[in-house]
């Protein structure tokens, strides 16, 4: 007579839960030992052949080599990891500035090149211009006077509306 088993019954569920552990640690092994070699190649103040040594003992004896490593050199690892994300997010925000054409507070002189650029265009006529311009004049003047200055008083100049397309 055949018996039929079950895994079930043969693999509780405790040693599941080993089963999972074991694996992770493994897994965390692994990171843990990729990125101890990562930061060994990393470091500029290391020479080639402190480098090979590192390599070789963190490859040869790697329980030993990456403990070893962690211990003497670990609290510089994480300043060179801390400081190759701050370079990374400075290029990336360089990038972004250099892609957007924003490299800082824009000056009246831009934004009337590129008012005039867009009345060459004959996108704005010539009305639409001179009160834009009368804008971007008046608000770079008041961002140039200090704040206890007192606002100079406008004088009338006709009816004046608003910019209106």
Same mark, same amino acid.
């Given at each position: 007579? /055949? =018996?039929? =088993?079950?895994?079930?019954? #043969?693999?509780?569920?405790?040693? !599941? *839960? ?5 694996? *992770? ?10 990125? /101890? $070699?990562?930061?060994?190649? @990393?470091?500029? %103040?290391?020479?080639?052949? +402190? ?8 490859? $040869? ?5 990456? *403990?070893?490593?962690? $211990? /003497? ?5 994480? @300043?060179?990891?801390?400081?190759? +994300?701050?370079?990374?997010?400075? !290029? ?26 867009? @009345? ?5 006529? #010539?009305?639409?211009?001179?009160? +834009?311009?009368?804008? $971007? ?7 140039? @006077?200090?704040? %206890? +200055? ?9 009816? %004046? =509306?608003?910019?209106? =397309?």
């Amino acid at each position: 007579m /055949v =018996t039929q =088993t079950y895994l079930a019954y #043969d693999y509780p569920l405790l040693s !599941a *839960f080993w089963t999972l552990l074991w694996f *992770f640690l493994w897994v965390m092994w692994f990171v843990l030992l990729f990125r /101890v $070699v990562l930061d060994i190649f @990393r470091d500029d %103040s290391m020479g080639g052949w +402190a480098k090979a040594g590192w390599l070789v003992f963190c490859l $040869v004896l790697p329980f030993l080599g990456v *403990f070893a490593y962690v $211990v /003497v050199r670990g609290r510089e690892m994480g @300043r060179r990891e801390l400081a190759q +994300a701050r370079a990374q997010q400075r !290029a990336v925000d360089d990038y972004i500035r250099e892609t957007a054409g924003t490299r800082g507070p824009t000056s009246s002189v831009d934004e009337l090149a590129r008012l005039s650029e867009i @009345r060459a265009r004959g996108d704005v006529t #010539d009305d639409e211009f001179r009160r +834009a311009k009368e804008l $971007v004049l008046s608000s770079h003047a008041a961002e140039a @006077r200090p704040p %206890s +200055a007192p606002a100079p008083t406008p004088t009338p100049q006709g009816p %004046s =509306t608003p910019f209106t =397309t």
